[in-house]
C-alpha cells in the first residue's frame, strides 16, 4: 500500500493532522473566516463570485441554475481586468460537434482536444463537474485544455446526460459507455487505445472512478484515474460539511444536498454504483486525489484515499490549502490552480 499526503498547516481548527475528529463538533466556519485563511488570489475569485451570482443555487430550479452566473466566469472576468488574455489556452485541436452512442439509445456529446505535434497521443477521457445536474464540457474547456497541453495527450470531455431530467444512473452509463467508445475509437483521431486514463472533478471524479470500477474484469482498465475533489458519498455528516455551509463559497454543504437530491431522489445512498467508498476499491489504477482545503467535499476525498491505501491500490493525495472547490482550471489567475493543474498533468503523463 503507499499513501502519500501533503498537508501542510491549514486553520488552526485543522492541525491535528489533515482533519481532526473533533472537528465534527465545530461551528461552522464564517464567510470571513474563510476568506481569512484563503490565499489572496482565490478570495479575489470568491468575492467576486458572491457579489455577482445572485440568488443562491440552493432556490433556483435546475433550469435556472444552469444559467446562472458561476465560478468560472468571476475567475475569467479576473482574467480580462488583470490584462491576462481571456481566450482559452490553445492546443493543437479541437474536434467538436461529435457524439457516440448511449445505451438508452441517447446521443453523447464529446469534445476532443489534440495537443500539438505529430502524435500519436495517449488518451484522457474527461467528466466535468456540476453535481451532475449543472455545466457543460464548456464551463470546464480550460481544465480539458490544461490537461492536453501539461499531459500532452489527447483529452476527450464528455458531456453526459444531466439531473433532474435523467437521474441516477443516466450520468453514470454515459460516462462508461464513452469511456469504451474512446478505448475502440480514439485511434481514428490519432490516440494510443492501449493507454487511455480517467480524470473528473467533482461529480465527475466520481464518474472517473465508477468508470474504473465498471472496468475491472469486464474491458479495459485506465492506466490511471486523476480525481479532483471527487463526490464519494451522498453522506453530509462528515467533518468538512459542518464547517463549510457558507453561500459565499462555490460549493457549500446546502449545495451538495440539493444536488444529491435531484440526481439521486430515490436511490440507496449506500449503492456503490452511486457512492463509490462503499464498493470494493481492490485492484483499481494508480490514483491521484487532489483536494482544496475549503471544500465541504474534502473529508470524502480523503476517506476515499485512505480506503483506496487501505485495500492495496497506489494513492497519491494531494491537499492545496487557502483554495476552495471549483480552484482546479483556475490556472489564469490562482496559483495554486495552475500549480494542481500541472501536477494532476504530470501524473497521467507518467502513466503512460
Not at 489527447?154 to 439531473?163: D, G, H, L, P, Q
Not at 491537499?319 to 495554486?336: D, R
Amino acid at each position: 500500500m503507499k499513501l502519500k499526503t501533503t498537508c501542510k498547516a491549514m486553520l488552526p481548527l485543522f492541525l491535528a493532522g489533515c482533519l481532526t475528529p473533533a472537528l465534527s463538533a465545530q461551528t461552522p466556519l464564517t464567510t470571513n473566516q474563510i476568506l481569512l485563511g484563503l490565499d489572496r488570489d482565490m478570495a479575489e475569485v470568491v468575492l467576486l463570485y458572491d457579489a455577482i451570482k445572485g440568488t443562491p443555487i440552493v432556490n433556483l430550479t435546475p433550469q435556472d441554475a444552469r444559467q446562472q452566473f458561476a465560478a468560472e466566469d468571476a475567475e475569467k472576468i479576473l482574467a480580462r481586468g488583470e490584462n491576462i488574455e481571456p481566450q482559452a489556452m490553445p492546443v493543437g485541436k479541437v474536434i467538436d460537434g461529435l457524439t457516440l452512442p448511449g445505451r438508452a439509445g441517447n446521443q453523447i456529446p464529446i469534445r476532443i482536444y489534440v495537443p500539438q505535434g505529430s502524435g500519436p497521443f495517449p488518451v484522457v477521457t474527461y467528466y466535468h463537474g456540476g453535481g451532475f445536474v449543472v455545466a457543460t464540457i464548456d464551463t470546464y474547456d480550460a481544465s480539458a485544455r490544461e490537461l492536453c497541453n501539461y499531459a500532452n495527450a489527447i483529452v476527450v470531455s464528455v458531456e453526459y446526460r444531466k439531473a433532474p431530467e435523467a437521474p441516477f444512473p443516466a450520468a453514470r452509463y454515459d460516462a462508461i459507455d464513452a469511456y469504451q467508445w474512446v478505448t475502440r475509437n480514439i485511434s481514428t483521431y490519432n490516440g494510443i487505445a492501449t493507454k487511455v486514463a480517467v480524470a473528473g472533478e467533482s461529480a465527475g471524479g466520481n464518474l472517473a472512478i465508477e468508470v474504473s470500477l465498471a472496468a475491472r474484469g469486464q474491458f479495459q482498465v485506465p492506466t490511471y484515474q486523476l480525481l479532483v475533489y471527487p463526490v464519494a458519498s451522498l453522506n453530509l455528516n462528515q467533518p468538512s460539511d459542518a464547517l463549510f455551509t457558507s453561500s459565499a463559497l462555490p460549493l457549500n454543504t446546502a449545495g451538495l444536498k440539493y444536488f444529491g437530491n435531484l440526481y439521486a431522489p430515490n436511490a440507496d445512498p449506500s449503492n456503490p454504483d452511486l457512492a463509490p467508498i462503499n464498493a470494493n476499491l481492490t485492484g483499481l489504477p494508480p490514483t491521484t486525489i487532489i483536494a482544496a482545503a475549503f471544500d465541504p467535499l474534502l473529508s470524502d476525498g480523503q476517506a476515499l484515499a485512505a480506503k483506496l491505501a487501505q485495500q492495496g491500490n497506489r494513492v497519491d493525495y494531494k491537499l492545496y490549502t487557502g483554495v476552495t472547490h471549483e480552484f482546479f482550471g483556475m490556472g489564469a489567475v490562482v496559483a495554486k490552480a495552475k500549480a494542481a493543474e500541472m501536477y494532476g498533468a504530470a501524473k497521467l503523463a507518467s502513466s503512460f
